[in-house]
């Protein structure tokens, strides 16, 4: 016989862990609950000849349930160390950077079987476990996975803010300068640009790096002369003429050329220079 107590007073983890043990198919498994001096215990018999499959359920049902109820506390742990420095609404941010980046299999995956072989090592050595005091000491590894990704995420937080104050300080100069034109055609396909005035002239573009050196501070790529030249223009509206439902550029122009900006696919200029490909 084998017997596994698990020991916590969190309500959650219980309800969890007592459903997922109604579930095992394996007989010779019994299940009480007693609640004694500091913590609530799950108690746990086994009977049987199968130690290893025994051992095996309930490390899958611990895994599950620190994933499902524990993982949220250890990443914000994580950034509460380490990212002291940062609001709580950044520090909720970075969080949500975060959950982007958790989703890739293979990371689902080791994270999974990091914690799986943490509990299985301590269910051979141990007959007791106090939860939460293994999750927060007993999962090196598992933190460290988690630690890199949490890294990742405060990278992609800090990226974002820079590109949303970036947004800000455009639109703060465009709203602030005179416009030059009163309509702007800006066709748009396969990487390729043309700006058109409202009688369908080609807009020469800017193509003076030292005008656009503020856009970009590594390299100048064909976006950054059409961006220059926008922005020196400031046209009261900006007609986008593109069939890619979503681009990072033209959402760009969104954002900076907000309340001027009207999107279409489907005008004659839109068949004439996106649909049959003419483009300069």
Do not use: W
Request: with cysteine.
């Amino acid at each position: 016989m084998k017997t596994f107590c698990i020991k916590t007073n969190n309500p959650k983890a219980i309800e969890f862990i007592n459903k997922k043990l109604e579930k095992i198919k394996l007989n010779g498994i019994f299940v009480s609950n007693a609640s004694f001096a500091v913590y609530k215990n799950i108690i746990i018999h086994y009977n049987g000849e199968q130690i290893q499959k025994f051992t095996y359920s309930i490390s899958k049902i611990l895994t599950e349930c620190i994933i499902c109820l524990y993982e949220k506390n250890l990443i914000f742990s994580l950034i509460n160390k380490n990212y002291f420095y940062f609001s709580s609404y950044e520090r909720e941010k970075i969080y949500e950077h975060y959950l982007e980046h958790s989703t890739e299999d293979e990371y689902i995956h080791n994270k999974k079987e990091s914690i799986k072989s943490a509990v299985s090592n301590y269910l051979n050595d141990n007959n007791k476990m106090i939860l939460d005091g293994f999750v927060m000491f007993r999962l090196n590894e598992c933190i460290s996975l988690l630690d890199e990704v949490v890294d990742l995420s405060v990278n992609s937080f800090l990226l974002e803010k820079e590109y949303i104050e970036f947004i800000y300080l455009l639109r703060v100069y465009i709203e602030s300068k005179f416009s030059a034109l009163e309509l702007v055609h800006f066709i748009y396909h396969n990487d390729n640009c043309l700006l058109l005035d409202q009688y369908l002239n080609v807009i020469p573009v800017n193509r003076d790096i030292d005008d656009i050196r503020y856009l970009s501070d590594i390299t100048f790529c064909n976006n950054d002369y059409f961006l220059s030249t926008l922005l020196h223009i400031s046209p009261q509206k900006l007609i986008i003429h593109c069939n890619e439902e979503d681009n990072d550029f033209v959402n760009t122009l969104k954002l900076i050329f907000l309340g001027r900006v009207e999107c279409c696919s489907e005008c004659n200029i839109c068949s004439l220079f996106v649909n049959n490909n003419i483009l300069i």
